[in-house]
C-alpha cells in the first residue's frame, strides 16, 4: 500500500459537526464561522480574525489591507508556491524576489535588504514548512510585514504564535495542511481598519454604495470542521514531531541533511526535509517501493519568471536537493520505518 506523501486527519467528531450543520439547514456563513473566527483570534493572540475560503484570498484581501497600488513593490522570497506571486499580480504590483538561507528554507535578510527600494510597500514571509523565519531581523527593515503561516499554523517564535508579527498575517486551511476545513482561510491582524476593510470586501450583498468586492467568504459547513481541527492542532503537532524525531533517529548516519533543531522557534514538521543528492532518482526510486515522496517547492519562483539563476544561489541548490519525506499526524511507526528504511537501501548504507 502507498505510504502517502501528506493526508488530512480526520475522525467521527469531523463527521458529526458536519452532520449538525447539514441538518441545521444554515450551512453558507453563519454564526459557525463567527465561532471558528473567534476561537481562531484566542489560539494566536491577535484582535481580528477573518475566515475567508481560501489562503489566497487571505493573502488578496491582506495586501489590500496594505493598500498595495499598481506599481508598488513587494518583496518575497523565490522558495514559495505561486499563490504568493499570483495576489502581487491581482493588484498590479511589483514582486521582488529574494533568496533563502539554507538551514532553515526561509526568506534571508541579507537578501531582503539588497531588494528594498523606495517603492518597497509590503514584505511577504511565508514560514517555511514548520519554521517561523526570523523575525527580528526581519522586523528590523521597518518593512509592513504580511506573515503567510499556510505551512506554519500552531508555530511559535520566542514562544509567539507565528501569526502576531506582522501588520496582517494569513493562513490556509487547504486539505492538507497543518489543519484542514476542505478549502479554507484565515486573515489575522490587530489593526482595526485593515480588518473593517477585509470585512468589506469579502463579500459584495447588502451594501450601501458599490465598489469592487468579492465573495471569499468561509461556510458554516467548512468551519464546523475547522474547529475541531483547531482543538486538535496541538496534538497534531506533537505527533508530528514524534514523527520528526524518529525520522531523526532512523536516518542517522546517512549521508543527507536532516532538518534543523527550532531553538528559540517551535518546529511543527509540517514538512521533513532533508538534502540528497540525485533527487529526482531518490523521488522515482522511493516511488517504486510504494512511498510518496515530493520536492516541497514544486518549482522556485525564479525559474518562472526567468531570473537569473546566479542571483539565488541558495534556492538553486535547496530546489536541486530538498526531499520532502512522508509526513501526517496519523502516520504510524511501521510506516516511518519503513521510509528510512528503503532511503536507507537507496542510499547504499
Ligand atoms: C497553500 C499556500 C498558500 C495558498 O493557500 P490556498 O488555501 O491554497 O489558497 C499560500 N501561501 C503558502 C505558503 C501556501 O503554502
Same mark, same amino acid.
Given at each position: 500500500?502507498?505510504?502517502?506523501? #501528506? $493526508?488530512?486527519t480526520?475522525?467521527?467528531? @469531523?463527521?458529526?459537526?458536519?452532520?449538525?450543520?447539514?441538518?441545521?439547514?444554515?450551512?453558507?456563513?453563519?454564526?459557525?464561522?463567527?465561532?471558528?473566527?473567534?476561537?481562531?483570534?484566542?489560539?494566536? &493572540?491577535?484582535? *481580528?480574525?477573518?475566515?475567508? /475560503?481560501?489562503?489566497?484570498?487571505?493573502?488578496?484581501?491582506?495586501?489590500? &489591507?496594505?493598500?498595495?497600488?499598481?506599481?508598488? @513593490?513587494?518583496?518575497?522570497?523565490?522558495?514559495?508556491?505561486?499563490?504568493?506571486?499570483n495576489?502581487?499580480?491581482?493588484l498590479?504590483?511589483?514582486?521582488?524576489?529574494?533568496?533563502i538561507?539554507?538551514?532553515?528554507?526561509?526568506?534571508?535578510?541579507?537578501?531582503?535588504?539588497?531588494?528594498?527600494?523606495?517603492?518597497?510597500?509590503?514584505?511577504?514571509?511565508?514560514?517555511?514548512?514548520?519554521?517561523?523565519?526570523?523575525?527580528?531581523a526581519?522586523?528590523?527593515?521597518?518593512?509592513?510585514?504580511?506573515?503567510?503561516?499556510?505551512?506554519?499554523?500552531?508555530?511559535?517564535? /520566542?514562544?509567539?504564535?507565528?501569526? #502576531?508579527?506582522? =501588520?496582517?498575517?494569513?493562513?490556509?486551511?487547504?486539505?492538507?495542511?497543518?489543519?484542514? +476545513?476542505?478549502?479554507?482561510?484565515?486573515?489575522?491582524? /490587530?489593526?482595526?481598519?485593515? *480588518?473593517?476593510?477585509?470585512?468589506?470586501?469579502?463579500?459584495?450583498?447588502?451594501? @450601501?454604495?458599490?465598489?469592487?468586492? *468579492?465573495?471569499? $467568504?468561509?461556510?458554516?459547513?467548512?468551519?464546523?470542521?475547522?474547529?475541531?481541527?483547531? =482543538?486538535?492542532?496541538?496534538?497534531?503537532?506533537?505527533?508530528r514531531?514524534?514523527?520528526?524525531?524518529?525520522?531523526?533517529?532512523?536516518?542517522? &548516519?546517512?549521508?543527507?541533511?536532516?532538518?534543523?533543531?527550532?531553538?528559540?522557534?517551535?518546529?511543527?514538521?509540517?514538512?521533513?526535509?532533508?538534502?540528497?543528492?540525485?533527487?529526482?532518482?531518490?523521488i522515482?526510486?522511493?516511488?517504486?517501493? &510504494?512511498?510518496?515522496? $515530493?520536492?516541497?517547492?514544486?518549482?522556485?519562483?525564479?525559474?518562472?519568471?526567468?531570473?537569473?539563476?546566479?542571483?539565488?544561489?541558495? +534556492?538553486?541548490?535547496?530546489?536541486?536537493?530538498?526531499?520532502?519525506?512522508?509526513?501526517?499526524?496519523?502516520?504510524?511507526?511501521?510506516?516511518? /520505518?519503513?521510509?528510512?528504511?528503503?532511503?536507507?537501501?537507496?542510499?547504499?548504507?
Open positions: 500500500m502507498l505510504i502517502h506523501h #501528506s $493526508k488530512p480526520i475522525d467521527k467528531q @469531523e463527521t458529526k459537526a458536519v452532520s449538525l450543520v447539514l441538518k441545521s439547514g444554515h450551512l453558507a456563513q453563519g454564526k459557525i464561522v463567527r465561532q471558528f473566527e473567534e476561537a481562531f483570534a484566542r489560539s494566536t &493572540g491577535c484582535r *481580528f480574525a477573518l475566515a475567508l /475560503n481560501s489562503g489566497t484570498a487571505a493573502l488578496h484581501l491582506a495586501l489590500l &489591507g496594505l493598500k498595495i497600488a499598481p506599481g508598488d @513593490e513587494i518583496i518575497l522570497p523565490s522558495y514559495v508556491c505561486t499563490a504568493v506571486l495576489v502581487i499580480y491581482y498590479g504590483a511589483v514582486p521582488r524576489i529574494a533568496d538561507k539554507r538551514d532553515d528554507f526561509n526568506i534571508d535578510p541579507k537578501s531582503v535588504a539588497k531588494l528594498i527600494s523606495p517603492k518597497t510597500k509590503a514584505l511577504i514571509v511565508p514560514h517555511m514548512f514548520g519554521l517561523a523565519a526570523d523575525m527580528d526581519l522586523r528590523k527593515f521597518s518593512i509592513p510585514i504580511v506573515e503567510d503561516c499556510a505551512l506554519s499554523t500552531g508555530a511559535t517564535y /520566542n514562544k509567539r504564535k507565528v501569526g #502576531s508579527f506582522g =501588520k496582517v498575517s494569513v493562513f490556509s486551511f487547504y486539505a492538507t495542511k497543518m489543519m484542514t +476545513t476542505g478549502e479554507g482561510g484565515m486573515l489575522l491582524t /490587530n489593526d482595526k481598519a485593515v *480588518f473593517s476593510q477585509a470585512l468589506d470586501l469579502r463579500d459584495y450583498d447588502n451594501k @450601501e454604495s458599490y465598489q469592487l468586492r *468579492f465573495n471569499y $467568504k468561509m461556510s458554516d459547513l467548512a468551519a464546523s470542521i475547522g474547529l475541531i481541527q483547531l =482543538k486538535k492542532l496541538p496534538k497534531f503537532i506533537i505527533h514531531q514524534k514523527i520528526a524525531q524518529r525520522y531523526n533517529k532512523t536516518l542517522s &548516519g546517512l549521508p543527507i541533511q536532516l532538518p534543523i533543531q527550532g531553538g528559540k522557534r517551535m518546529h511543527t514538521y509540517y514538512r521533513y526535509v532533508v538534502g540528497v543528492k540525485d533527487l529526482s532518482s531518490v522515482g526510486q522511493l516511488m517504486a517501493y &510504494g512511498i510518496e515522496a $515530493k520536492r516541497p517547492v514544486y518549482k522556485p519562483l525564479h525559474h518562472y519568471l526567468k531570473l537569473d539563476f546566479k542571483d539565488y544561489p541558495v +534556492t538553486q541548490e535547496v530546489y536541486s536537493s530538498a526531499l520532502s519525506l512522508p509526513i501526517y499526524p496519523d502516520m504510524s511507526v511501521l510506516s516511518v /520505518n519503513k521510509v528510512s528504511l528503503k532511503l536507507r537501501k537507496i542510499l547504499k548504507h
